[in-house]
């Protein structure tokens, strides 16, 4: 055989290894320990409709200027997002075995939420002592922020892109104060961050950062998008920016536009659907 066969024969080789050693390098770095607690949440959650994904501070605080996590860089983190199933399926059945006379208060998202975040941690990490679960309502009592901003961690671990107005180059509205919006490739708006999982003794400096995809391809959208979430948040045109088969129904959309306060007819039809459907099931 001449010479260029063995050396064609020795490339296919070494090029098949560095493939190998690439793909086993890979395997063994995303599947590291913030990455599997986030699996173990995801697949223990889903089901009540809600999803986890995995993420560090130090993604976190190199978006975040108002509200900084004051943990080491490399602290794993699990963020969740309810999606439509919550509202429709497990919510009405958290009332009826939790609270079928409606008397523990009106935010019972809250409520159905924590429930199952507990649920979650006592399940899954029962020798995990040092895990802080931060809930999309808290505030710090001293500065009254938020303990965390939810769309940024949703940013960090690739859920959903933070579309912030500071980013868009020529904005229509000049000075004015706008909000940023993050949008999901899988649900556009019809979603909503809801806890964040810290496992305050657990460090992850091999987790890979993983960019959210960013649905909307133009500043034109961008420009839309954050017009239509600030003028009217309670128009659903800037959750439908993103075509998804998980939407919101008009209930649910109508149920967190309401005042806490006014939600409780609401919550009530929902409950009456709900045992009128288990009572054709039986």
């Known amino acids: 055989m001449p ?29 590291t320990v913030t990455v599997k607690y986030a699996t173990a949440i995801n697949k223990f959650l889903v089901q009540h409709g809600y999803e986890a994904a995995p993420f560090i501070p130090e993604w976190y605080n190199n978006m975040s200027s108002a509200v900084k996590l004051d943990l080491d860089p490399k602290t794993a983190c699990v963020v969740v997002l309810s999606n439509a199933t919550m509202f429709e399926k497990t919510l009405p059945a958290f009332l009826k075995k939790h609270d079928p006379d409606l008397t523990k208060g ?36 001293r500065t009254k922020l938020p303990r965390i901003n939810m769309c940024t961690a949703g940013h960090a671990a690739g859920m959903a892109f933070y579309n912030r107005p500071e980013e868009v180059e020529s904005p229509p509205w000049g000075q004015k104060k706008m ?49 239509a979430f ?43 659907r709900h045992n009128e459907e288990d009572k054709k099931d039986q």
């Open 106 to 141: 009106t935010d019972c998202v809250d409520l159905c939420t924590k429930f199952f975040m507990e649920k979650a941690r006592l399940n899954l990490f029962p020798e995990e002592e040092e895990i802080d679960i931060i809930y999309d309502y808290e505030l710090e009592p």
């Open 179 to 227: 909000f940023g919006c993050s949008v999901s490739p899988k649900y556009g708006g019809h979603f909503a961050f809801r806890a964040v999982f810290v496992f305050k003794n657990v460090k992850d400096p091999d987790i890979l950062f993983l960019s959210p995809h960013d649905a909307l391809d133009s500043e034109e959208k961008k420009i839309q998008l954050l017009q």
């Open 3 to 31: 010479p260029w066969f063995y050396f064609g024969i020795f490339m296919h080789v070494v090029v098949a290894i560095i493939f190998i050693t690439g793909l086993l390098y890979y395997h063994f770095k995303a599947n």
């Open 230 to 272: 600030n003028g009217d948040w309670k128009n659903p045109a800037w959750r439908n920016i993103v075509q998804t088969d998980l939407p919101y129904s008009e209930e649910q959309i109508e149920y967190f536009n309401r005042a806490p306060r006014d939600r409780l007819p609401i919550l009530k039809s929902l409950l009456d």
